[in-house]
């Protein structure tokens, strides 16, 4: 493999890293993770948010 392509794979390799621990931390905190929230969605009873903890 070249130079380039490894250092193309390092940065996909850490967005995809950056990506899962926001979802990760957003879960944590009870967020969806659609980022639309809970009003009209149509899994909001499954989905497991804390605004549906609420209701």
Known sequence: MSPGTIVV??????IIAVIIIF???????????CGCG???????????CKDNKKK
Do not use: F, Q, T, W
């Open 23 to 33: 979802m990760i931390r957003n879960r944590k905190k009870g967020k969806p993770s």
């Open 9 to 14: 794979l390092l940065i996909l390799a850490a």
């Open 38 to 48: 809970c009003a009209g969605c149509a899994k909001a009873s499954p989905c497991g």
